[in-house]
């Protein structure tokens, strides 16, 4: 109740100020300040004079053979598109225009050239609703106006005054072809405040006329977030096709009038400026990928009484905790991504209509400068490309969450990347996209990167694989997270994988796990096995054991043959001792699995087939590596024997153990030479016997092969291993043929 | 009409040869140079088409080709048509993967349905489609580098596999309808 | 059927030599003595001599195309299936017996071995590194977030003393003064809307009429016409006093013009039944 007053007595506050401005202030203001700048000059500045002479002209002047009005037009003309008009000529030649004082043709002409150089008073656009409504444009001329709006919308000073006259803009929503404008324009202008029931009731029959239109349904999925009351039909929870782009008229000339005009701040149109310059507006470069800067929609001299405080002011994370309570969110949620402060606050307050707002902010920007991009990829628009997806990237790592709209993109994306174009940024957003349905992830996510993975090189296969594995480590994260919260959604924006089932969850990682399977397989294959590929492929595998015992899901996965056997008969020690150690926490979730399964009895159930396959893994190592059993019939691996007898290789069962396997023959000579310094001949045969193997072991296990000790140690249990206690050569000693 | 075969010559010895066909020979020259700049245990020859069929009086003097590579500009109707009559002079063996299509500019205003079109072309001749910024000099060499790991396996330069085994991996399926509604 | 296309391909076969092997690797064969070089020499040609057999009866064998796009698959079809029988049946090759080529092979192999492993240390320094990074940065995030945690806790305290220390008279006299505050606005509304509504709104006299020269039609102005004022003041109190029947009936005395402009834009709604009564548009 004490809230409800509150707002509104704020509202009466601001209201208050609007009244006088729009009625007058405006015009007046730009004047003076026109003159003033003019007298400062001395007169010589021959573009406040073609503005001076468009403010005073009468109406009804002819158009026709009227030279100085041409020369004036062209020299506004001229400066507008070259860099830019200050925020006075803004003002001047909008009403000129709009009031058609001199007919519909310059209108047209005029708001071609309106390229704002700093920000556009907002008494300029009221002004230009104002004549909106008086209905004597033509339509295509109102259509173009609200274009022209949308472009520059973020370069508006201030959307106070703009929000007053709410209602006024939104009595157009009934003309239909200025419908999809409006709307647009209503979408970043609504607050809590301005949605009203019988707001609502119109949107629908107007939805009922038109049908179901996006920007219809964005505006009241908006409404709905900020009174979900109001807004009984059900709406489908992700419109992602956001409003149509429509800037591209303005858009090229105004980045690079931008552009230029950074290089010189202190350049004559910013003196011009005057009093009026606030050092936040100089800043606003407000390129089409720059992050808008900072301003809330609540003025400075209003805030006071309104006990709120702008985000904008906030300098510092004290500052932030002692207004945690009363912080205004800035008109632009765009710029919330641009300051560290700003994305704590909406960590905080998990705000659904911020994050609705930032979602479709981002969503156009995203697509407006990657995939719709027009002509023209210099070196400065891509370092500026590469900046923007690094704060997106942090912003999302701070949030740990990725925005339902980068995915969007990402999966457009997707489809016409060559797999080189930014990708440590693409491959980063891509890692943290969340759960994808198991229904349509093939289509999605799978097809376009088997096709970049398939034909590209050895790094692009290994950050694919790298991805994936922060993918999955992402999702299982999130699965624990949740999983402990008891199915409680604290979620931010209802597409956190909690809405999704646990059978759906799971159905979605195996098919990932599987998926990086078949990668990882013919990417060796491809790849002669390299060691880089082989090492990320096992970096997958050590997420995918230990799924069970650390992040409390129940499935268990094993890796295909076409990984498991280049990583056991890997010439690097390093690939075996990995496989080791993902074997060995296999045996592990396996176990504890099991044991769940028979206490609970509603545990989950592992198929057989999961746990044929580990046996078969684990008699295969065990042969190999530990029994010198291999290629002999019934141990896993088998070759024809008349193949290995061509071979001429002595005694073939001996050589993938632990002393002839390639990855360790080096450390078998090591040790032999430290045994027998003395010896001439060599005979490795010799290590295996009594305490010498116990040795042999001791010593590998101390070059840091963590993994083959723990899979000795578990796997060969009755046994000790690495004589921690001695026992008698018959027990530790390896079966040897 | 002269079909070009896959399989009409004996191989070289430590040798791959590319062709790569573009109307417009606007990326084709300078994706060629790149090819040839990089190192590879082999003699990479690359060749160049604006279209097919080729001259017969060639026909002596060419070696086998083992990748044949159609570059489309998506902002031109005209570079796809030429593709589309210029594949009716390949061989049907050379679909069994030693064909695949590179498309440049196609992150940008282009109409949707040419480059549905495209990708509907490469899945119903089981093709890898490649996408090309051929702007930066970074992405002409990623494309380059792309089209070699192709021509290794085309080329018969890696053990154990083969171009149809490639292309059955690289091929995508043809786009559905809910392909057109872009997000899930 | 010779186009210009024709003339211009294959004009330039840039064949330009590259070196058999990456510099820095030396040739497996280099090192081998006379007789294993040749050994090797021999195989390589026993294989030559096999691929150009076989290359003759490809060239032979090799069937008029069909450009028939269903045969094709059907074609495709089997040659993967031919391909993966031939997988499935292929017996692993030997390499040579001669010891001095194995240990070629075998050095080679491990000065591969060498450089792959060099990058997998590098990848792996390099993701160490990150991660450093990344931890610290979470960590830094958990403190604030404490803090934060800290701070709100606070201010609930803070905010449940203060409840508890508000009088009931403090809280009337707040209420009071709002009150007050929005009567004030209120009136302040109602003068502007009269003032407004006055100036531009007037009561249309015959004069009007006659200026707009609708002469034909034998206008007879109402002299009970109700201002637009009136109207608005009639519809505001009708929907305040009667919620339940906000309706208010049009009669004569409301100007047509007046009453289409409420309904066009919204501030008047008919009555669904009945086309004679509008209300106001509820507003709040």
């Not at chain 1, 912080?327 to 949620?333: A, G, H, R």
């Not at chain 2, 070289?12 to 590319?18: P, S």
């Not at chain 2, 910024?133 to 290794?152: C, F």
């Not at chain 3, 690797?25 to 090797?40: F, H, R």
């Amino acid at each position: 109740m004490a809230e409800a007053s509150n707002s509104f007595s704020s509202e009466l506050g601001s209201s208050n100020e609007t009244d006088e401005s729009v009625s007058n202030r405006s015009s007046n203001r730009s004047l003076r300040l026109a003159e003033k700048s003019q007298r400062k000059s001395e007169a010589s500045d021959p573009l406040l004079l073609a503005l001076k002479y468009f403010s005073e002209v009468k109406a009804g002047t002819p158009r026709i053979g009227n030279d100085v009005m041409e020369r004036n037009m062209a020299l506004v003309e001229r400066v507008g598109l070259s860099r830019g008009l200050p925020p006075e000529g803004i003002s001047v030649m909008l009403d000129y225009a709009m009031s058609l004082r001199m007919g519909a043709v310059p209108c047209v002409r005029v708001l071609k050239f309106l390229i704002p150089a700093t920000v556009v008073p907002q008494e300029a656009i009221v002004r230009g609703m104002a004549w909106l409504c008086v209905g004597k444009l033509a339509v295509s001329t109102q259509v173009f106006f609200l274009k022209w709006v949308l472009t520059i919308f973020d370069m508006i000073d201030s959307k106070e005054q703009l929000r007053a006259i709410y209602g006024f803009i939104f009595s157009f929503v009934t003309e239909e072809q200025l419908c999809p404008f409006i709307c647009h324009l209503l979408y970043l202008l609504t607050r809590k405040e301005s949605v009203r029931p019988f707001r609502v009731r119109k949107l629908l029959e107007v939805q009922t006329k038109l049908g179901r239109q996006p920007f219809l349904m964005h505006l009241l999925s908006l409404y709905k977030v900020f009174c979900p009351g109001f807004v009984a039909v059900s709406l489908p929870s992700g419109i992602r096709g956001g409003f149509r782009s429509h800037n591209s008229q303005w858009k090229t000339v105004l980045s690079a009038v931008q552009k230029k005009n950074n290089g010189q701040v202190t350049s004559d149109i910013c003196l011009t400026l005057g009093a009026k310059c606030k050092p936040n507006s100089r800043k606003r470069k407000c390129n089409h990928l720059q992050l808008p800067s900072l301003s809330s929609s609540v003025q400075r001299s209003s805030s006071t009484s309104r006990k709120v405080f702008p985000l904008e002011q906030l300098h510092s994370f004290s500052q932030l905790l002692e207004n945690l309570h009363r912080i205004e969110l800035p008109s632009q949620m765009g710029s919330l991504l641009g300051s560290s402060l700003a994305l704590c606050y909406l960590d905080y307050v998990q705000d659904d209509s911020a994050f609705l707002r930032l979602n479709f902010w981002l969503g156009h920007a995203l697509h407006e400068e990657f995939i719709f991009c027009n002509g023209e990829e210099g070196s400065g628009s891509s370092s500026e490309s590469l900046n923007f997806l690094n704060r997106l990237l942090s912003t999302q790592h701070f949030l740990q969450e990725g925005f339902f709209s980068t995915e969007g993109f990402l999966f457009k994306f997707l489809n016409v990347w060559d797999g080189a174009f930014l990708r440590p940024q693409i491959l980063g957003l891509l890692s943290d996209i969340s759960v994808v349905p198991s229904s349509c992830i093939r289509q999605l996510l799978f097809e376009p990167l088997m096709q970049l993975y398939f034909t590209s090189t050895l790094y692009f296969k290994c950050s694919v694989i790298e991805c994936l594995n922060n993918m999955l480590l992402k999702w299982l994260t999130w699965h624990s997270v949740y999983a402990l919260k008891d199915g409680l959604d604290i979620s931010l924006n209802s597409h956190t994988p909690m809405n999704m089932s646990l059978s759906g969850l799971m159905d979605s990682i195996m098919e990932l796990v599987h998926f990086v399977g078949r990668l990882a397989t013919v990417g060796l294959q491809l790849e002669g096995c390299h060691s880089l590929l082989l090492s990320f492929t096992l970096d997958f595998y050590e997420t995918v054991c230990d799924m069970f015992l650390k992040f409390d899901l129940p499935l268990v996965a094993m890796p295909p043959l076409g990984v498991f056997l280049p990583a056991l008969f890997a010439t690097d020690p390093v690939s075996v001792d990995r496989l080791c150690f993902i074997m060995y926490r296999y045996k592990k979730n396996l176990m504890a699995a099991k044991c769940q399964q028979q206490e609970t009895k509603q545990g989950f159930h592992i198929s057989s087939q999961t746990y044929r396959e580990f046996n078969r893994y684990q008699l295969i190592i065990v042969s190999c590596l530990w029994n010198s059993k291999m290629f002999q019939p019934g141990m896993a691996v088998e070759v024809d024997q008349n193949i290995l007898a061509l071979s001429k290789v002595p005694e073939p069962s001996h050589s993938f153990n632990l002393i002839h396997h390639p990855a360790f023959l080096g450390y078998a000579l090591d040790f032999h030479h430290k045994c027998w310094p003395e010896r001439e001949s060599i005979d490795l045969n010799s290590i295996k016997a009594g305490k010498q193997w116990d040795w042999y072991l001791e010593f590998i296990f101390t070059q840091g092969f963590q993994g083959l000790q723990q899979f000795f140690q578990s796997f060969i249990s009755r046994h000790s291993v690495a004589g921690t206690t001695a026992q008698g050569p018959g027990d530790t000693q390896p079966t040897s043929g | 009409m002269s079909l070009l075969k896959p399989f009409s010559k004996t191989p070289e010895i430590n040798g791959a040869n590319i062709l790569l066909v573009e109307n417009e020979e606007q990326f084709q020259q300078c994706l060629a140079e790149t090819i040839v700049l990089q190192n590879m245990n082999v003699n990479v020859n690359v060749r160049l088409a604006r279209s097919l069929p080729l001259p017969m009086e060639n026909e002596k003097s060419r070696p086998r080709i083992d990748l044949v590579v159609f570059i489309i500009n998506l902002t031109s109707e005209a570079s796809f048509k030429s593709a589309e009559t210029s594949l009716k002079y390949l061989d049907p063996g050379y679909f069994l993967g030693k064909v695949c299509f590179v498309v440049t500019k196609a992150r940008s205003a282009v109409p949707p349905e040419r480059l549905i079109a495209v990708r509907k072309l490469a899945a119903s001749l089981h093709c890898p489609l490649l996408y090309a910024e051929d702007q930066t000099t970074e992405g002409v060499t990623t494309t380059a580098h792309r089209l070699l790991a192709i021509l290794r396996v085309t080329a018969g330069l890696i053990p154990m596999a083969t171009s149809l085994y490639l292309s059955t991996l690289t091929c995508y399926t043809l786009p559905s309808d809910t392909d057109q509604l872009n997000f899930d | 059927m010779n186009s210009d296309g024709v003339q211009q391909d294959n004009v330039q076969p840039s064949d330009t030599q590259e070196p058999v092997l990456p510099s820095g690797s030396v040739p497996l064969y280099i090192g081998c003595s006379e007789a294993a070089q040749a050994e090797l020499m021999n195989q390589c040609e026993d294989q030559f001599a096999q691929l150009e057999l076989l290359q003759n009866k490809i060239v032979l064998e090799e069937p008029d195309s069909n450009e028939n796009p269903e045969e094709q698959s059907i074609n495709r079809l089997a040659a993967v299936a031919a391909e993966l029988k031939m997988w499935q049946s292929i017996q692993p090759e030997l390499l040579s017996t001669n010891s001095e080529v194995l240990l070629a092979i075998g050095t080679e192999e491990l000065h591969k071995m060498n450089s792959q492993l060099e990058l997998v240390l590098s990848c792996s320094e390099a993701r160490r590194e990150r991660l450093t990074e990344s931890l610290k940065k979470e960590q830094a995030w958990l403190e604030e977030k404490k803090d934060v945690f800290r701070a709100a806790t606070e201010q609930v305290v803070k905010q449940r003393l203060e409840n508890e220390r508000l009088s009931e008279h403090g809280v009337l006299q707040d209420t009071k003064k709002k009150i007050l505050r929005l009567r004030d606005y209120q009136e302040k509304l109602a003068e502007t809307l009269s003032d407004i509504l006055e100036e531009h709104f007037p009561l249309p006299t015959n004069e009007t009429n006659v200026n707009k020269k609708k002469k034909n039609i034998p206008l007879e102005l109402n002299e009970n016409l109700l201002s637009l004022h009136d109207i608005l003041e009639l519809l505001m109190n009708k929907i305040l006093e009667s919620p339940h029947d906000p309706y208010v009936p049009v009669d004569e005395t409301f100007w047509p013009p007046y009453t289409e402009m409420l309904l066009r834009y919204g501030i008047a709604l008919r009555h669904p039944e009945d086309c004679f009564k509008i209300r106001l548009e509820n507003f709040f």
